[in-house]
């Protein structure tokens, strides 16, 4: 017993039965009954007969086994519902200037957009009679079919509300122009042991009784998609009382059928995310370990945020599941995560679709695709386009083609743009005949592969270095990079190009100072870490001189605690950032990002308190203690030499006694601001002149720090590094350069 057949049988048994009894009625006979009612022996048959309906039905669409899962698994244990988007989302004929502005407006890594309406997937299925479900491939189309199936099977107690018999087909099964539809219907009745099958699946369709899921349009081989279509509009039109979904792949699809709502699936969300992997991870030996939470909380890390992308589609997030349930844990080397990913929708699901049969991919191995396609993502991003359009594409297709010797001549430009949007979905249609790559993270791996394949990491290193939107591609070619000194080299050249940043006597100055302040003290933490920490409370210092003025006139009059704590937030962040930066000591990245971010907030805290006051009351002692209890902390990791914390805890004490008030004018709480500033500066011997920065040193200070952030987070993601290199890039880091002739 699957669990199915009990629901089946009174499902299908309570529609089959009026069936029967309205076409014996009309003339038909069964198993020479002469009555005018069914007599046992047929209400029995067919008793028997839906019970195996229902037992085939979750036996050929109710599991789910993919991409070489070890077992297969009941489709109902890891299903997640579904959000369909809205007819605006679909329809959405954009230019290609307004996709890409929509997408840097929204600022997200998803090409998906963000306020677009979403509708529970079961909800439309049980409003509309007609449906056309779309998404990409792996987005669950055939999934959500069969679930569909599954719940109209369980009648009353299941998720459809019409009574619908279902009936599953896969339109790639249609290899010949010869279609007929109603006889495959008839043949899953037949053998099942349906008696007068015809008869019955005849009046079946004629009162309306099937829920009929033609699953795949897109799938029907190229030379008879005109005639199926042709087929499946004749039939709907014929027995349009039955209730109809198909679904198909959205680059193939072109408005065919008019009686139809199309619909879209929408990527998962985090829920439905964390859902899936709960669903996934049911045993009972995952149960005790916690083992869905553990790799939903993985998942969150910001290391593993690309990777997370990935998660929003069904079969990539199958995919992320098994890589986790293999090792309980990610790739620490991401391009490895990627380059997997890629294979999959090149090669596995490909050949489970069966698709790899075409003309195209017979001479179009996955090595040389998967170069056509490195040169379209690279060419794309070098020029900050994301979306492209079908021209473009097809000239580079064209080009690749016609450049390579290795490449079959005989292939059309179009017909392999269309075989790769359509049957693989690494290439998406966003909008009419606009491109772009179905997540941002397939591109960034492309562009990444193609640096790594052409020897252009000096004109990465050189042109990108500072642009926070290369990051990615950094860290994924220092994961592709397996040559000997491969990734050696990478981080010398970012080294080197760093250094550069550090390029105005106030800069080397705050570096000097940060090594004077540091050097030798008794904290256990690595010089680069100390040095870190100094220079991230220098940072603290900067912001609080920089905005003195603008936050004291503001802070007087409206929204003062949002715009205070707005500063806070950007100095926490400067402060944690430049200490992760320089630290390769997990701990003492850990510490250090954490005391630090307080410390700056207590210091802009105390020189707003003023400001803090007028919204809450409280907020003043809440401000004081806390600057306290954080100097405190310092003190304790004794990061800084020769600071007199015991005298800085009593200054600012007193300074607590003159805080000024709201009432006061804004040139009153710019000097306390000042004063605050000074005294922090005067305990860390620091020349307040060094902190009092140039909108462009500031600029630069920040990339000099992000520089060294990447340089250590490369080092992490390489699969190859000198350990005698990295020490010595270590050692260098957040100092001035030998050579520096300023």
Known sequence: MTGIEPFAISCVSGIALPI??????????????????????????????????????????????????????????????????DEQEIRSFESIQNLEEAYRKANKRSFQQQDCQKQEGLKIANQKQYLMVLGQPGAGKSTFLRKIGLEALKGKKGGFKHDRIPVFIELKSFTSSQIDIEKLIVEEFSICGFPSSEQFIAKALEQGKLLILLDGLDEVPTVNTNEVISKIQNFVDRYDKNS????????????????????????????????????????????????????????????????????????????????????????????????????????????????????????????????????????????????????????????????????????????????????????VERAEDVYSFSHLTLQEYLTAQYIADNN?????????LSDRRWREVFLLVAGLVRSKNGADDLLLLMEKEAQKYINTPKLQGLLQWAEAATNGSEGDFKP?????????????????????????????????????????????????????????????????????????????????????AYANADANADANALAIALAEELKKFKIFKEVNWTELIAQL??????????????????????????????????????VKLSKEEAEALGDYLSANHLIIECKEAAVRISAKTWEEIESRMLLVPENSTI
């Open 653 to 690: 004490r007193e300074l607590e006694k003159q805080l000024p008030d709201r009432e006061q004018h804004k040139q009153i709480h710019l000097a306390f601001a000042h004063r605050l500033v000074d005294t922090w500066c005067h305990a860390l011997h620091l020349n307040p002149e060094i």
């Open 456 to 464: 252009l990491i000096e004109q990465l290193v050189t042109d990108h």
């Open 20 to 85: 029967f009894q309205s076409v014996f009625e009309t003339g038909g006979k069964f198993l020479g009954s002469m009555g005018k009612k069914l007599d046992e022996k047929t209400k029995q048959l067919i008793y028997t007969a839906s019970g195996e309906y229902g037992k085939r039905y979750f036996k050929r669409h109710g599991i789910l086994k993919a991409l070489g899962m070890r077992e297969a698994v009941p489709l109902e244990s890891v299903y997640t519902a579904v959000q369909f988007l």
């Open 244 to 427: 109809f979904i198909v679904s198909c792949r959205t680059a193939a699809y072109r408005n065919n059928f008019q009686r139809f709502t199309d619909v879209k699936l929408a990527d998962f969300d985090d829920t439905q995310i964390e859902q899936f992997i709960g669903n996934w991870f049911q045993s009972e030996v995952d149960k005790q370990a916690g083992t869905a939470q553990k790799c939903w909380e993985l998942l969150q890390k910001p290391e593993y945020a690309a990777a997370k992308e990935l998660a929003h589609t069904p079969l990539l997030l199958t995919f992320l599941c098994l890589t986790y349930d293999r090792s309980q844990n990610f790739p620490n080397n991401r391009s490895v995560l990627y380059k997997s990913a890629l294979r999959i929708l090149l090669e596995e699901w490909a050949a489970e679709k069966r698709i790899l049969r075409d003309e195209i991919y017979q001479g179009l191995s996955t090595e040389l695709e998967e170069s056509l396609l490195s040169e379209i993502a690279y060419t794309g991003f070098d020029t900050d386009k994301l979306f492209f359009s079908q021209r473009e594409v097809v000239e580079e297709i064209k080009t690749f083609l016609a450049g390579n010797l290795n490449a079959p001549k005989h292939l059309d430009g179009e017909a392999v743009l269309k075989a790769i949007a359509v049957q693989q979905g690494i290439l």
């Open 528 to 612: 680069v870490g100390k040095r870190a920490v100094a220079i991230a409370n220098a940072i603290a210092l900067a912001i609080a001189y920089a905005n003195a003025l603008a936050i004291a006139y503001a802070l007087a009059y409206a929204n003062t605690k949002a715009k205070a704590y707005a500063a806070y937030a950007y100095a926490a962040y400067a402060i944690a950032h430049a200490a992760k930066a320089a630290n390769a000591n997990a701990k003492a990245i850990a510490h250090a990002a954490l005391a630090n971010a307080n410390a700056a907030i207590a210091a802009l805290a105390i020189a707003y308190a003023n400001a803090l």
